[in-house]
C-alpha cells in the first residue's frame, strides 16, 4: 500500500499530524501498536488524570466546602470503583472520538508495531506476529513516551508505581509516597490527598515544579499543604523494597542523613523518556541521543533522513500534549509545502491541581540570568470579586514586562481556571502585546481574568485599581 504519509504513533501528536494531512489532500495512514487510539495522552495520561482531578474536587468540596454555601449533605462517603470506572468511560469516549476522525478523514490506520524496513518502507507487526508492509513518500515518527524509572528502584506495578498505575488503582492509598514533585505527580498526588490519602512528596531540587517560576512552586506548595501533603525537598531517594503490603523508602536530606518513610502505595513520577523501541531507526541510519533517547531534527522537524520526521517527546522540548499537536501540524504543512512557523517560547505550560498552574514566556529567574530589564506586575485571587464569590482565594496573576519597551515576556499565574486563562497571555505575546495593550482590552465583570488586566495594570506604573 502507497501513502503520501504514514504516522506512526496515534497520540495527539500523530493524530493531528494525521488529519492534517488528509485535510491538505495527501494519502494518509497512522499506525498504533495499541488498540485504542490517543497515545498516552488520552489513554494513560491527560484525560483520564483530568478526570480523576474532577472527580476528587467534586468530592473535596462537597466535603469542606458546600456547608459554607449552605448546602448540607449526609453519609457522605466515595464509590472509588464508581470514580475509576467513569474515569474509563472519559477515556473510551474520547479514544472512540479519535477512531471517528480518522475515518471521517479517510485516514487508513493499521493496528500493529511500526518499524523501518527502510526510510520508504514501514512494517507493520501484529500481535500474532503476522505483518504487512506499507510505503510512503514521507514518514513523521510520533510515537511518545513512558514514564523514567530509577535504576536502583524497580517498578512492581503493584505497590511501586509510575501514573500508569496510579490511574488504575482499586482502592484509595492510605500513605502514598511520591518521588519527584513535578507536573505528573502533584496533579496524581493531590486527586488522593483530595480523597483522604495521606500524601508524602521527595523530590531531589529545592523546590516543586522546578522548571516553572519559582513564585508558582512556593505558592502551590503552600495550597497543597493545606491538602496535608508533606513535602521533602533537597532529598535524595536511594531505594524502596516491598514487604506485603508496605512499601519502605529510604532517602538522605540535605545534609546527607538516612531517613526512611513507609506507606502502603510508592509512585514514581521522576519525567518522562522517549519512545523509540521497536523502530528499528538503526536500519535507516538514525542515531537516538544518549540522555532521554530523543531522536535529532533539524528546524523543519526533519531527521539526518530525508523524508522522516520526527515530533512531540521523541524530539526536544517540553513533553506536551498542545506542542507535538503543533508540531503535527507544522511538519504537515511543511510536507504540503507551505511555510508555518512555531514560536517554542510561546507554548504554556500548565498544572491540573486546584488551583490551576499556568504560565508562558520567561520566568523572572530566566530574565536575570539573561541580564534583561524587566518590570513586574502581579494581582492576587483574594482582590477578585469574581474569586471571592467562588471562594478560590488562592494564587495571583504575575505579568513580567519589558522595562523599556512594555513588551509582555512572561506570565505565571496560579489560581482558579489558570490553565484556560493562560491562552489570552499566549495571544497577547504572539502579537508583541506590551502590558498596557492588555489593560486598554476590556474585560468582563466579575470574571477570573480581570486578574490578568490588573496584573497588567500593576506592571504598567503601579497603575493596579482593586490593590
Known amino acids: ?41 488520552l489513554n494513560v495520561g491527560c484525560i483520564p488524570s483530568k478526570a480523576l482531578l474532577d472527580s476528587s474536587e467534586h468530592y473535596h468540596n462537597a466535603a469542606h466546602a458546600f456547608e459554607a454555601h449552605g448546602i448540607k449533605l449526609q453519609k457522605l462517603g466515595i464509590d472509588f470503583g464508581r470514580m475509576i470506572k467513569r474515569k474509563q468511560e472519559v477515556v473510551d469516549a474520547n479514544t472512540s472520538g479519535i477512531t471517528y476522525l480518522m475515518k471521517k478523514n479517510k485516514i487508513d490506520v493499521h493496528q500493529g508495531v511500526g518499524s523501518f524496513k ?138 546527607g542523613e538516612k531517613q526512611e518513610l513507609k506507606g502502603d502505595y510508592c509512585m514514581v513520577a521522576v519525567g518522562r523518556v522517549a519512545y523509540t523501541d521497536g523502530l528499528s531507526l538503526d536500519k535507516i541510519g538514525i542515531t537516538v541521543e544518549e540522555r532521554g533517547r530523543k531522536i535529532p531534527v533539524d528546524e523543519h522537524l526533519e531527521t539526518s533522513v530525508k523524508g522522516v520526521y520526527a515530533i512531540g517527546d521523541v524530539i ?35 498544572v491540573y491541581t486546584w488551583p490551576e498552574v499556568a504560565a508562558v514566556g520567561f520566568t523572572e529567574e530566566q530574565l536575570k540570568e539573561k541580564g ?17 464569590a467562588s471562594g478560590d482565594l488562592d494564587g495571583f496573576v504575575k505579568v513580567l514586562a519589558d522595562a523599556s519597551t512594555d513588551e509582555i515576556l512572561g506570565v505565571h499565574m496560579i489560581g482558579p481556571r489558570a490553565a484556560d486563562m493562560i491562552a489570552e497571555a499566549v495571544i497577547a505575546m504572539e502579537f508583541r502585546a506590551s502590558a498596557e495593550d492588555v489593560t486598554r482590552a476590556s474585560h468582563a465583570h466579575p470574571t477570573y481574568t480581570e486578574a490578568m488586566r490588573e496584573a497588567c495594570l500593576a506592571a504598567t506604573e503601579n497603575r493596579a485599581i482593586h490593590i
Not at 501513502?3 to 500523530?14: A, E, R, T
Open 118 to 255: 527502510d526510510k520508504s518502507t514501514i512494517v507493520v507487526t501484529k500481535g500474532d506476529s503476522t505483518a504487512t508492509e506499507i510505503t510512503g513518500k514521507n514518514v513523521i515518527i510520533a510515537t511518545g513516551s513512558k514514564p523514567s524509572s530509577l535504576p536502583f528502584l524497580p517498578i512492581d506495578k503493584k505497590r511501586i508505581i509510575t501514573s500508569t498505575e496510579a490511574l488504575t488503582l482499586t482502592e484509595v492509598p492510605k500513605h502514598l509516597i511520591l518521588i519527584g514533585g513535578g507536573v505528573i505527580g502533584l496533579e496524581l498526588g493531590s486527586v488522593y490527598a483530595r480523597l483522604g490519602a495521606k500524601v508524602s512528596v521527595i523530590e531531589f531540587m529545592d523546590g516543586i515544579i522546578p522548571t516553572m517560576d519559582k513564585a508558582l512552586g512556593r505558592e502551590l506548595q503552600k495550597v497543597l499543604k493545606k491538602l496535608g501533603m508533606d513535602f521533602y525537598l533537597n532529598h535524595k531517594v536511594t531505594g524502596a523494597s516491598v514487604k506485603g503490603k508496605e512499601v519502605t523508602v529510604t532517602f538522605d536530606n540535605a545534609k
Open 1 to 41: 500500500m502507497q501513502y503520501d504519509v504514514i504516522v506512526v504513533g496515534s497520540g495527539p501528536g500523530g493524530y493531528v499530524a494525521a488529519i492534517r494531512c488528509a485535510q491538505l489532500g495527501l494519502k494518509t495512514a497512522i499506525v498504533e501498536k495499541y488498540n485504542t487510539l490517543g497515545g498516552t495522552c
Open 316 to 350: 526536544k522540548g517540553a513533553m506536551l500534549a498542545h506542542k507535538a499537536e503543533d508540531e503535527g501540524t507544522f511538519v504537515a504543512e511543511i510536507i504540503a509545502g507551505q511555510k508555518p512557523h512555531i514560536n517554542y517560547n510561546l507554548i504554556p505550560g500548565v
Open 372 to 388: 534583561t530589564k524587566y518590570k513586574v506586575g502581579s494581582f492576587p485571587f483574594k482582590a477578585s470579586g469574581r474569586a471571592r
